[in-house]
């Protein structure tokens, strides 16, 4: 232990532990704006300076470490003065249309100004200019709000291991870029959307699709339905102030219905169908000598990652769509003709955790006789501003149902928001079929957690069956150049693109870097989806009686040919820089 | 591979050989054509002059002369430069066209060349080197072999001591001992903060680690400063030898020299040296029979003022973005690819050696209190001797700009003289007599830095220049820190709206506030130091900026908004010679008439001001 | 994207260059000095070659790139005039002679004339402070420079054809 004084309090803290965490965990606030826990600190923009007695100039509380007897200031006079200066500085060079800001209200460098009381900059001058690039379907970039903190570069670089965006230039001309400043659409960018999460101001948003909705809810002929992925009800109550990790389900359902959608479904019943063909597909490939390890296809940011850098070894992602695309095909194919609507008017709209699901549902591949499977993604922040808009009391909300005919959702299809849900409920599936019974076994603890790659060896039906799960994209990595050096052992992997899985995914609420540092949002989230899991009837897709139902009359069996032509998709090989 | 013995031999052959170099009553019969291949004399055709000695002394077929190209004399500004040895004739200003005069009048006749003989300020003719006053206050340490021996040839090194420091250190002496005779020589960096060399290569020797590194920083960045470049280019194993004792020191066994890749000669030289020295076995394994590895590899930097600063530079060697990194932890501990690694400046290094052979209380005799042996300065500007000096701490400005800088061109004034470059102050005459060392340069508001001397006379703007430096902190910022990124730029916004008479009332207080603050809360050593030229002008020269902002006046008449150049009719001729030097025809004029100046066209360049031979035009 | 047949001959030079290092990511700006030296410019395709080679992003090659002012991303004129810009020779009149240089090529430092003949650049200390001021035409230097000099110098090139 170590020593110090901060602020004229005696802590003891651990060797090692930075003046920000010593001052943090003792109650004492230091203002940052560049850093975020674990991922981004570098000590650049210099808000978090502290004065130490005896040291020349200021230190670097998010770097430097305590030393017994240290003497730390963090609000003297001059710290303050200094931050304010620093304060004054970023803001000369920063957009400041905050009332039209998409993130106005939840933005760290306002909360800053609002804090030190800025009312005029003195240090007007210059401002670096820089086009807008809006030309994905998933991600926009509006470098004018960039401050420079440089935590999306340190996410996309270190946390997933791509580097799409990078620090260019220097001096004052100094931005974040694409190779050339090109649009992220051409790049090695995967629309993962981390970079959103970890960016402290609006510089970086999802392409946003509010418009595009309220339309069709306008429009008369329009039939819409919505669907809503398993980690969006357990994040979209934060947006209205609710504790991290509440299951807001009831209400949302309850807000949909009152935006005006004419069905809301849940994608939880579109996972119990991946699953359906994917533990087929599996079982298949183990029988029949199939490519091997087969690794899931549910998660978009990460098929155009394999796409993009792997393209030879494409053959072993499942053929399987992610259960929206599925589900949107089924509610414009089953659910049409069982209501008889048109499947023309019929709009399928998405509200995912995630912006490359904008992506996916833009893919040439996505349709079924011309048919689009989903015309609209939308995000949980993109919902939460709908329910605002629509003047709705989010919190007050009844709670509602999803409607018929689509069914409950199994337990197993909940799980599919966190990283290893997916295996998990693959294995309960795929056990019973391999067993030709139906197992007690339901939790596979060791797919579980935080924990970036896990690993598992399961008896199945006298056979050892090796599965891994992967969530990060820089864990994919991994697991890919095993393959590619064909020294991977594994029979079945699951891999989602952002680390911890869809409850972490890049339309999820944005939890500034305080809350980051001092709460496991991620485990609050997970938690909250493994106890929908416990409390569902039914934990087993293949159990599901909608599932029974759906093949009886429509798809026949897992894998038949009309379930190819509905459920499964292709690959195809990406240029990683189409510049 | 060479042994001890070999080495020794090789020695004292050589230094037989070379004694009319440094001896000037030698009795050597050979002579000594010294031609000056550092890059100001060769970018003024020197490699043309030795071809065309070798050349004519061929065809002659005369013996005994030898044409030898060695580093920088430091005189400059007579450059291209030829000395004659052992007798020291110095020859100034020649061109390729001057050789076959030189062979046949000074060789072959024994007359020197009059006309080509140097002439000091006073336009007396200089008989032999050292009546030269530019030498005769100097103390050669680090430049010792620069100008004397042939930077390609390692056994003209070897002859005059070169390698002995490394064959003592590695038989002879433990790493604690040779940490502590540096420490004990009192040697401070010589690449700007001062830091003591030997605590430096303590705390790297103290870190356990599989790997350490030793980088020669050689990335010469300040606009104006010569003297790493002149040392590399002069005398290259000097560094490398004592890189291999500071590897010995703190136990690393792979140096990397970080050179500007603008220096191509002095990247030549080293690429020489270091495979010469292989050769010889004076790196690579087991030198000297000892069990001691070192090896040293050139990493060329691109074009970055901030790789200077030594994190920096780390990122740059490691191939990315020369942005520095907080410190702590400081590189003795995490440096090159996170191992312990010591980043000593060339001059630093070139000392080393040095004070081995000679011992810590040599070193420490010369020098000031805290500041010890002597400080190359790359002395440029408005001063007669424009050129590299060596002179011990404490020698005062007023010697080094006078004595042996000749004192001011076109008698104008002496106003100031700026050292440190980006990170330093400008001085002013009342300070002339300060002892320089480091600690009363940054108590007068400015730096030892790495040793560029500037000399401004009185037609220069304090505003112009503080507003030129902070030009080159904002292009040379790397834009990692806020301070720096956006702090300096309006800083530089609101000095140029001075110079373009456009100052607002609280732009001097929101300067100084600016200033003060960036001081403190940049990242790196260039952050923090690039105020220092603003807040040294606003200390010493503070009306010219008041002068500025509320009255649109340039006393110096550097800022062209806020000048105009007139022509006096009570003065003028009517000549015409500002009418014809006018690059862009602003002056109209029949002969023998009042000329003008249309100031619409006017550029203000000031030709006409210097061309005019009746000081009819001023500013 | 450079056109094909230009895309080829780079991929070659490419493989004769990169050959020389080992795929190390510390080697980068090594690699991107010798592309500098060969080209004149670094090629976009050349970045795609060195990325896939050491294995680096090209956003983090084109930040090394844009970071250091040795490396340019387009070609430079015929005729290269650097004006020194470093301190003996800007206390010495070094600006008006970067000043006129701009005004007579009608372009900035970093530009190259329409015609592709002329660039400018400005750097600091090109080493020869006892010619200050100094600027160069490609590798060679003019010293103790004017502005009546500079022009004569564009003036001669610029006749050339």
């Given at each position: 232990?170590?020593?110090?004084?901060?602020?004229?309090?005696?802590?003891?803290?651990?060797?090692?532990?930075?003046i920000?965490q010593?001052?943090?965990?003792?109650?004492?606030?230091?203002?940052?704006?560049?850093?975020?826990?674990e991922?981004?600190?570098?000590?650049?923009?210099?808000?978090?300076?502290?004065e130490?007695?005896?040291?020349?100039?200021?230190?670097?509380?998010?770097?430097?470490k305590?030393e017994?007897?240290?003497?730390?200031?963090?609000?003297?006079?001059?710290?303050?003065?200094?931050?304010?200066?620093?304060?004054?500085l970023?803001?000369?060079?920063?957009?400041?249309?905050?009332?039209?800001?998409?993130?106005?209200?939840?933005?760290?460098?306002?909360?800053?100004?609002?804090?030190?009381?800025?009312?005029?900059?003195?240090?007007?001058?210059?401002?670096?200019?820089?086009?807008?690039?809006?030309?994905?379907?998933?991600?926009?970039?509006?470098?004018?709000?960039?401050?420079?903190?440089?935590?999306?570069?340190?996410?996309?670089?270190?946390?997933?291991?791509?580097?799409?965006?990078?620090?260019?230039?220097?001096?004052?001309?100094?931005?974040?870029?694409?190779?050339y400043?090109?649009?992220?659409?051409?790049?090695?960018?995967?629309?993962?959307?981390?970079?959103?999460?970890?960016?402290?101001?609006?510089?970086?948003?999802?392409?946003?699709?509010?418009?595009?909705?309220?339309?069709k809810?306008?429009?008369?002929d329009?039939?819409v339905?919505?669907?809503?992925?398993?980690?969006?009800?357990?994040?979209?109550?934060?947006?209205?102030?609710?504790?991290?990790?509440?299951?807001v389900?009831?209400?949302?359902?309850?807000?949909?219905?009152?935006?005006?959608?004419?069905?809301v479904?849940?994608?939880?019943?579109?996972?119990?169908?991946?699953?359906?063909?994917?533990?087929?597909?599996?079982?298949?490939?183990?029988?029949?000598?199939?490519?091997?390890?087969?690794?899931?296809?549910?998660s978009?940011?990460?098929?155009?990652?394999a796409?993009?850098?792997f393209?030879?070894?494409?053959?072993h992602?499942?053929?399987?769509?992610?259960p929206?695309?599925?589900?949107?095909a089924?509610?414009?194919?089953?659910?049409?003709?069982?209501?008889?609507?048109?499947?023309?008017?019929?709009?399928?709209?998405?509200?995912?955790?995630?912006?490359?699901?904008?992506?996916?549902?833009?893919?040439?591949?996505?349709?079924?006789?011309?048919v689009?499977?989903?015309?609209?993604?939308?995000?949980?922040?993109?919902l939460?501003?709908m329910?605002?808009?629509?003047?709705?009391?989010?919190?007050?909300?009844e709670?509602?149902?999803?409607?018929?005919?689509?069914?409950?959702?199994?337990?197993?299809?909940?799980?599919?928001?966190?990283?290893g849900?997916?295996?998990?409920?693959?294995?309960?599936?795929a056990?019973?079929?391999?067993?030709?019974?139906?197992?007690?076994?339901?939790?596979?603890?060791?797919?579980?957690?935080?924990?970036?790659?896990?690993?598992?060896?399961?008896?199945?039906?006298?056979?050892?069956?090796?599965?891994?799960?992967?969530?990060?994209?820089?864990?994919?990595?991994?697991?890919?150049?095993?393959?590619?050096?064909?020294?991977?052992?594994?029979?079945?992997?699951?891999?989602?693109?952002?680390?911890?899985g869809?409850?972490?995914?890049g339309?999820?609420?944005?939890?500034?870097?305080?809350?980051?540092?001092?709460?496991?949002?991620?485990?609050?989230?997970?938690d909250?989806?493994?106890?929908?899991d416990?409390?569902?009837?039914?934990r087993?897709?293949?159990?599901?009686?909608?599932?029974i139902?759906?093949?009886k009359?429509?798809?026949?069996?897992?894998?038949?040919?009309?379930?190819?032509?509905?459920?499964?998709?292709?690959?195809?090989?990406?240029?990683?820089?189409?510049? | 591979?060479?042994?001890?013995?070999?080495?020794?031999s090789?020695?004292?052959?050589?230094?037989?050989?070379?004694?009319?170099?440094?001896?000037?009553?030698?009795?050597?019969?050979?002579?000594?054509?010294?031609?000056?291949?550092?890059?100001g004399?060769?970018?003024?055709?020197?490699?043309?002059?030795?071809?065309?000695?070798?050349?004519?002394?061929?065809?002659?077929?005369?013996?005994?002369v030898?044409?030898?190209?060695?580093?920088?004399?430091?005189?400059?500004?007579?450059?291209?430069?030829?000395?004659?040895?052992?007798?020291?004739?110095?020859?100034?200003?020649?061109?390729?066209?001057?050789?076959?005069?030189?062979?046949?009048?000074?060789?072959?006749?024994?007359?020197?060349?009059?006309?080509?003989?140097?002439?000091?300020v006073?336009?007396?003719?200089?008989?032999?080197?050292?009546?030269?006053?530019?030498?005769?206050k100097?103390?050669?340490?680090?430049?010792?072999?620069?100008?004397?021996?042939?930077?390609?040839?390692?056994?003209?090194?070897?002859?005059?001591?070169?390698?002995?420091?490394?064959?003592?250190?590695?038989?002879s002496m433990?790493p604690?001992?040779?940490?502590?005779?540096?420490?004990?020589?009192?040697?401070?960096?010589?690449?700007?903060a001062?830091?003591p060399?030997?605590?430096?290569?303590?705390?790297?020797?103290?870190?356990?680690?599989?790997?350490?590194?030793?980088?020669?920083?050689?990335?010469?960045?300040?606009?104006?400063?010569?003297?790493?470049?002149?040392?590399?280019?002069?005398?290259?194993?000097?560094?490398?030898?004592a890189?291999?004792?500071?590897?010995?020191?703190?136990?690393?066994?792979?140096?990397?020299?970080?050179?500007?890749?603008?220096?191509?000669?002095?990247?030549?030289r080293?690429?020489?040296?270091?495979?010469?020295?292989?050769?010889?076995?004076?790196?690579?394994?087991?030198?000297?029979?000892?069990?001691?590895?070192?090896?040293?590899?050139?990493?060329?930097?691109?074009?970055?003022?901030?790789?200077?600063?030594?994190?920096?530079?780390?990122?740059?060697?490691?191939?990315?973005?020369?942005?520095?990194?907080?410190?702590?932890?400081?590189?003795?501990?995490?440096?090159?690819?996170?191992?312990?690694?010591?980043?000593?400046?060339?001059?630093?290094?070139?000392?080393?050696?040095?004070?081995?052979?000679?011992g810590?209380?040599?070193?420490?005799?010369?020098?000031?209190?805290?500041?010890?042996?002597?400080?190359?300065?790359?002395?440029?500007?408005?001063?007669?001797?424009?050129?590299?000096?060596?002179?011990?701490?404490?020698?005062?400005?007023?010697?080094?700009?006078?004595?042996?800088?000749?004192?001011?061109?076109?008698?104008?004034?002496?106003?100031?003289?700026?050292?440190?470059?980006?990170?330093?102050?400008?001085?002013?005459?009342e300070?002339?007599?300060?002892?320089?060392?480091?600690?009363?340069?940054?108590?007068?508001?400015?730096?030892?830095?790495?040793g560029?001397l500037?000399?401004?006379?009185?037609?220069?703007?304090?505003?112009?220049?503080?507003?030129?430096?902070?030009?080159?902190?904002?292009?040379?910022?790397?834009?990692?820190?806020?301070?720096?990124?956006?702090?300096?730029?309006?800083?530089?916004?609101?000095?140029?709206?001075?110079?373009?008479?456009k100052?607002?009332?609280?732009?001097?207080?929101?300067?100084?506030?600016?200033?003060?603050?960036?001081?403190?809360?940049?990242?790196?050593?260039?952050?923090?130091?690039a105020?220092?030229?603003?807040?040294?002008?606003?200390?010493?020269?503070?009306?010219?900026?008041?002068?500025?902002?509320?009255?649109?006046?340039?006393?110096?008449?550097?800022?062209?908004?806020?000048?105009?150049?007139?022509i006096?009719?009570?003065?003028?001729?009517?000549?015409?010679?500002?009418?014809r030097?006018?690059?862009?025809?602003?002056?109209?004029?029949?002969p023998?008439?009042?000329?003008?100046?249309?100031?619409d066209?006017?550029?203000?360049?000031?030709?006409?001001?210097?061309?005019?031979?009746?000081?009819?035009?001023?500013? | 994207?450079?056109?094909?047949?230009?895309?080829?001959?780079?991929?070659?030079?490419?493989k004769?260059?990169?050959?020389?290092?080992?795929?190390?990511?510390?080697?980068?700006?090594?690699?991107?000095?010798?592309?500098?030296?060969?080209?004149?410019?670094?090629?976009k395709?050349?970045?795609?070659?060195?990325?896939?080679?050491?294995?680096?992003p090209?956003?983090?090659?084109?930040?090394?790139?844009?970071?250091?002012?040795?490396?340019?991303?387009?070609?430079?004129?015929?005729?290269?005039?650097?004006?020194?810009?470093?301190?003996?020779?800007?206390?010495?009149?070094?600006?008006?002679?970067?000043?006129?240089?701009?005004?007579?090529?009608?372009i900035?430092?970093?530009?190259?004339?329409?015609?592709?003949?002329?660039?400018?650049d400005?750097?600091?200390?090109?080493?020869?402070?006892?010619?200050?001021?100094?600027?160069?035409?490609?590798?060679?230097?003019?010293?103790n420079?004017?502005?009546?000099?500079?022009?004569?110098?564009?003036?001669k090139?610029?006749?050339?054809?």
């Amino acid at each position: 232990m170590v020593n110090l004084v901060i602020d004229g309090k005696e802590i003891s803290v651990k060797e090692g532990t930075t003046i920000l965490q010593a001052a943090l965990q003792n109650g004492i606030d230091i203002p940052t704006l560049c850093f975020l826990k674990e991922i981004n600190e570098v000590g650049d923009c210099r808000m978090c300076i502290v004065e130490v007695e005896g040291r020349k100039g200021f230190a670097t509380s998010c770097i430097q470490k305590v030393e017994e007897g240290m003497v730390v200031k963090t609000h003297s006079h001059a710290v303050v003065e200094a931050r304010k200066i620093i304060l004054d500085l970023i803001l000369s060079n920063h957009h400041r249309d905050c009332l039209t800001c998409s993130r106005n209200g939840n933005c760290e460098l306002q909360e800053l100004a609002a804090k030190f009381n800025v009312q005029v900059v003195e240090f007007e001058g210059e401002r670096t200019k820089h086009k807008v690039d809006d030309k994905s379907p998933s991600i926009v970039r509006d470098f004018n709000k960039c401050i420079l903190c440089r935590r999306c570069v340190a996410t996309c670089k270190y946390v997933q291991k791509i580097g799409a965006i990078d620090c260019i230039n220097r001096g004052f001309d100094s931005c974040i870029s694409t190779t050339y400043d090109h649009s992220l659409n051409d790049v090695d960018c995967t629309f993962c959307g981390q970079c959103i999460e970890s960016c402290p101001t609006g510089a970086l948003k999802e392409k946003e699709n509010i418009q595009d909705v309220w339309k069709k809810l306008r429009d008369e002929d329009a039939f819409v339905v919505v669907q809503t992925a398993p980690a969006v009800r357990v994040a979209l109550g934060e947006e209205f102030g609710m504790p991290i990790g509440t299951n807001v389900a009831g209400k949302m359902i309850t807000a949909l219905k009152s935006i005006g959608f004419d069905r809301v479904f849940d994608t939880n019943t579109g996972a119990d169908l991946t699953i359906m063909e994917e533990a087929n597909e599996f079982i298949e490939r183990i029988q029949n000598d199939g490519v091997l390890p087969m690794i899931t296809s549910c998660s978009p940011g990460w098929v155009r990652f394999a796409e993009k850098n792997f393209p030879e070894n494409l053959d072993h992602l499942s053929s399987c769509k992610s259960p929206h695309q599925m589900f949107g095909a089924i509610i414009k194919s089953y659910f049409a003709d069982k209501y008889n609507i048109d499947r023309e008017k019929i709009c399928v709209v998405s509200v995912m955790p995630c912006i490359a699901k904008k992506y996916e549902c833009s893919r040439d591949e996505m349709e079924v006789d011309g048919v689009r499977d989903v015309d609209y993604v939308i995000t949980t922040r993109e919902l939460a501003r709908m329910i605002k808009q629509a003047n709705i009391d989010f919190c007050e909300l009844e709670d509602g149902k999803f409607d018929e005919p689509m069914g409950e959702a199994s337990g197993a299809g909940a799980i599919f928001g966190t990283t290893g849900g997916v295996m998990e409920a693959a294995i309960r599936t795929a056990v019973d079929t391999l067993e030709g019974k139906s197992m007690d076994k339901l939790e596979y603890t060791q797919v579980r957690g935080e924990k970036g790659i896990k690993e598992a060896t399961l008896k199945i039906a006298g056979k050892d069956i090796k599965v891994a799960v992967a969530s990060g994209l820089a864990n994919a990595r991994k697991i890919m150049e095993q393959i590619k050096d064909g020294k991977c052992d594994y029979h079945f992997v699951e891999i989602m693109a952002c680390p911890g899985g869809c409850i972490m995914g890049g339309g999820q609420p944005i939890k500034s870097s305080k809350i980051r540092s001092t709460v496991d949002v991620a485990k609050l989230r997970r938690d909250a989806l493994y106890s929908i899991d416990e409390k569902s009837v039914v934990r087993k897709s293949h159990e599901n009686p909608f599932m029974i139902k759906l093949y009886k009359e429509f798809l026949e069996k897992p894998g038949s040919h009309k379930a190819h032509k509905y459920l499964h998709t292709t690959y195809t090989k990406k240029e990683k820089y189409d510049i | 591979m060479k042994t001890i013995a070999e080495i020794e031999s090789i020695r004292k052959e050589k230094r037989e050989e070379l004694d009319l170099r440094v001896n000037l009553k030698s009795n050597a019969v050979e002579k000594h054509i010294l031609v000056c291949r550092g890059t100001g004399c060769t970018s003024s055709k020197s490699p043309k002059i030795i071809e065309n000695f070798r050349r004519i002394i061929e065809e002659k077929g005369i013996k005994n002369v030898r044409v030898v190209q060695t580093g920088c004399f430091g005189l400059c500004a007579k450059g291209p430069i030829v000395i004659i040895r052992p007798e020291e004739t110095f020859y100034a200003h020649v061109t390729p066209e001057d050789c076959e005069e030189i062979i046949q009048s000074h060789i072959c006749e024994g007359k020197k060349v009059e006309r080509l003989l140097c002439k000091d300020v006073n336009g007396e003719i200089v008989k032999k080197l050292d009546d030269l006053n530019f030498y005769k206050k100097q103390k050669r340490i680090a430049l010792k072999n620069c100008g004397v021996i042939d930077p390609e040839q390692i056994d003209e090194y070897i002859a005059f001591d070169g390698y002995k420091a490394l064959e003592k250190v590695l038989t002879s002496m433990k790493p604690d001992e040779v940490i502590d005779v540096i420490s004990k020589s009192g040697l401070r960096g010589r690449g700007g903060a001062g830091f003591p060399t030997g605590k430096k290569w303590s705390f790297a020797k103290n870190e356990k680690s599989d790997q350490k590194y030793v980088i020669c920083n050689a990335d010469e960045g300040d606009p104006g400063a010569f003297m790493d470049r002149s040392i590399l280019e002069g005398d290259p194993n000097c560094v490398l030898e004592a890189m291999a004792i500071a590897g010995y020191a703190i136990g690393a066994n792979q140096g990397y020299i970080y050179v500007r890749a603008e220096y191509p000669i002095a990247v030549d030289r080293l690429k020489i040296a270091i495979n010469q020295a292989r050769e010889y076995g004076l790196l690579g394994k087991n030198i000297f029979n000892s069990g001691f590895d070192f090896d040293i590899d050139i990493r060329l930097g691109a074009g970055a003022f901030v790789c200077g600063e030594e994190t920096a530079l780390l990122e740059s060697i490691e191939g990315k973005r020369g942005q520095p990194r907080v410190k702590p932890p400081y590189p003795a501990s995490q440096g090159l690819f996170g191992k312990p690694t010591i980043i000593n400046n060339v001059e630093t290094l070139a000392n080393v050696t040095k004070i081995i052979l000679n011992g810590a209380d040599w070193f420490a005799s010369i020098g000031t209190e805290n500041s010890k042996g002597t400080k190359v300065f790359a002395l440029g500007g408005n001063v007669n001797n424009v050129g590299l000096v060596e002179v011990p701490m404490g020698t005062t400005l007023r010697e080094i700009v006078f004595d042996i800088g000749g004192g001011i061109p076109n008698g104008r004034k002496f106003k100031a003289a700026q050292t440190g470059g980006p990170s330093g102050g400008c001085i002013p005459a009342e300070h002339l007599d300060t002892p320089i060392d480091y600690e009363s340069l940054s108590s007068i508001g400015s730096m030892m830095g790495s040793g560029g001397l500037i000399v401004m006379d009185d037609s220069k703007c304090m505003v112009d220049i503080a507003r030129f430096y902070l030009d080159f902190t904002v292009s040379e910022s790397c834009g990692k820190c806020t301070p720096c990124r956006i702090g300096t730029k309006r800083m530089l916004e609101i000095l140029t709206r001075m110079c373009e008479g456009k100052g607002e009332a609280d732009d001097l207080y929101k300067l100084e506030l600016l200033a003060n603050s960036i001081k403190k809360s940049a990242i790196c050593g260039l952050g923090q130091t690039a105020p220092n030229p603003v807040l040294s002008t606003m200390k010493y020269f503070k009306d010219e900026y008041i002068e500025h902002v509320s009255y649109n006046m340039c006393r110096a008449g550097q800022c062209k908004e806020l000048c105009e150049i007139t022509i006096d009719p009570q003065k003028c001729k009517g000549c015409g010679l500002c009418k014809r030097n006018c690059p862009v025809h602003a002056i109209s004029g029949e002969p023998k008439q009042v000329h003008k100046i249309d100031q619409d066209l006017c550029i203000k360049c000031g030709t006409c001001v210097d061309k005019c031979p009746f000081k009819a035009i001023s500013k | 994207m450079e056109q094909k047949c230009v895309c080829d001959k780079i991929k070659k030079e490419m493989k004769k260059i990169l050959e020389k290092y080992p795929k190390e990511k510390d080697r980068l700006i090594a690699i991107l000095n010798d592309v500098q030296e060969r080209f004149g410019y670094i090629p976009k395709q050349a970045q795609l070659e060195i990325s896939d080679y050491l294995s680096i992003p090209m956003a983090e090659i084109y930040g090394v790139i844009t970071f250091y002012s040795r490396f340019t991303l387009a070609p430079k004129g015929k005729y290269n005039i650097s004006v020194c810009l470093g301190t003996a020779c800007f206390v010495k009149g070094a600006k008006s002679l970067l000043d006129r240089a701009q005004e007579k090529l009608k372009i900035k430092p970093g530009e190259v004339t329409p015609d592709g003949k002329f660039s400018i650049d400005d750097v600091r200390c090109v080493g020869a402070c006892g010619l200050a001021p100094v600027f160069m035409v490609n590798d060679e230097v003019y010293g103790n420079a004017t502005v009546k000099k500079l022009d004569e110098v564009i003036d001669k090139y610029a006749s050339e054809e």
